[in-house]
């Protein structure tokens, strides 16, 4: 087809892993034995009273439009989490329910960004960030960081890169793909200055309860001029559910809720419901259970990887991902992962999906696969660098 698209729909760049993952599963299609150390999504799937609740309102409940902003139980039920887990009290006005952080991570920078202002961002980030911004013709400053400063930006930082057309800054603990988790002391500091430029500061804590003995603080807790998000995604293992939330000022809130109701009329009727299942203590109980074996995967992988000639400076401290430096073993880890795939039929992500500095140096190897999984993959890791160089 020769048609001419819009100038929008050409700057949204697509996942590099897709690639990847399209060559696996056919590659699987053929026979071969794929393991997969690349998708950021924990195997362990909603809990089972989660499942069991939804196939219950299925048959007792009708699946009608909510508003926009979710059910007023869900609201209540993020509020009351909220307050147990961080000691801050919020209202359901606090809260909007969104069709996964996606959306609200697109409501929010449809809301702070005009056409050609900026978004501060560290490199290394989550690249969906860059392009939600590109879709409301916003930029997406993106600031080199490495492990001295822990993958994480700083207040000097922020001030150095701050100009007239900046926004705000986007922060995220623990950060998808080192699994860096920021101090806490670095965190109210980056508040304070964002505040103090006249910017809103938006934190991305979704991998929060994912963490391994640091302490993290809702940046909402700090300055409740922020803009928290949050998901029902990896904590509560719901990723097809497509569900998250944010926490905000009720005014935010207002703002981004008539956005919401235009963009996709509500989230999720069954999905909403179900969740509210997710809070009670068996469930709960549950997730802390996965976030102890979600920690015993970490330290399998990371000692492995090391062993094999990985650099990994810092320990991640929470989500489900070790960020790798192969510059030992290879030159570009782009190629390095195709052919791991090729060769050995293990799937990894190149650090290039996740921006440019020195991107070519890295990989990201996600734990969320089984311990077993994990030995034979590093066990064909091993193997494939002892054959190869690239």
């Known amino acids: 087809m020769s048609k001419s698209w819009s100038q929008r729909s050409q700057l949204i760049e697509s996942f590099k892993v897709m690639d990847l993952l399209k060559h696996a599963h056919a590659l699987a299609d053929q026979g071969r034995s794929i393991i997969h150390l690349g998708?950021?999504?924990?195997?362990?799937?909603?809990?089972?009273?989660?499942?069991?609740?939804?196939?219950?309102?299925l048959d007792t409940t009708p699946m009608t439009y909510t508003p926009a902003a979710g059910i007023s139980a869900l609201r209540e039920k993020i509020a009351a989490f909220h307050q147990q887990r961080y000691g801050q009290k919020i209202a359901a006005d606090n809260v909007l329910v969104t069709a996964g952080a996606s959306a609200a991570l697109q409501l929010t920078f449809a809301l702070l960004a005009n056409r050609d202002q900026k978004?501060?961002?560290?490199?290394?980030?989550?690249p969906c960030n860059r392009q939600f911004l590109r879709i409301v013709e916003a930029q997406a400053v993106s600031i080199p960081v490495d492990h001295e400063q822990n993958y994480q930006l700083t207040a000097e930082l922020v001030e150095q890169h701050w100009d007239e057309q900046t926004a705000g800054v986007l922060?995220?603990?623990?950060?998808?793909?080192?699994?860096?988790?920021?101090?806490?002391?670095?965190?109210?500091?980056?508040a304070a200055t964002v505040s103090r430029l006249g910017g809103t500061l938006v934190v991305d804590e979704i991998y929060h309860g994912?963490?391994?003995?640091?302490?993290?603080?809702?940046a909402f807790s700090i300055?409740?001029?922020?803009?928290?998000?949050?998901?029902?995604?990896?904590?509560?293992?719901?990723?097809?559910?497509?569900?998250?939330?944010?926490?905000?000022?009720?005014?935010?809130?207002?703002?981004?809720?008539k956005m919401a109701q235009n963009l996709y009329i509500s989230p999720t009727t069954l999905s909403q419901y179900a969740a509210l299942r997710a809070f009670e203590p068996d469930a709960i109980e549950l997730f802390e259970l996965r976030r102890e074996e979600l920690q015993q995967r970490r330290d399998r992988l990371l000692?492995?990887?090391k062993r094999i000639g990985f650099k990994v400076p810092r320990t991640p401290e929470g989500a489900f991902y070790i960020y790798a430096d192969a510059s030992d073993l290879c030159d570009d880890s782009f190629s390095w992962c195709w052919e791991l795939l090729e060769r050995a039929g293990v799937v990894a992500t190149p650090?290039?999906?996740f921006g440019e500095y020195q991107a070519h140096k890295f990989v990201r190897f996600a734990y969320t696969t089984s311990l077993a999984n994990i030995d034979e993959a590093l066990n064909r890791i091993e193997q494939f660098v002892s054959d190869t160089r690239c």
């Open 303 to 305: 000692e492995g990887l």
């Open 351 to 353: 650090g290039a999906d």
């Open 119 to 126: 978004i501060l961002m560290a490199d290394p980030g989550y």
């Open 223 to 257: 300055d409740t001029n922020c803009i928290v998000i949050n998901s029902f995604s990896k904590y509560f293992g719901m990723t097809g559910w497509r569900l998250g939330w944010l926490v905000a000022d009720a005014s935010a809130v207002a703002e981004m809720e």
């Open 39 to 57: 998708a950021g999504e924990p195997d362990f799937g909603a809990a089972p009273q989660v499942i069991e609740e939804a196939k219950r309102l």
């Open 171 to 190: 922060i995220a603990s623990p950060a998808n793909p080192t699994g860096a988790v920021i101090d806490p002391q670095e965190l109210a500091n980056i």
């Open 210 to 218: 994912l963490t391994y003995g640091a302490e993290t603080p809702s």
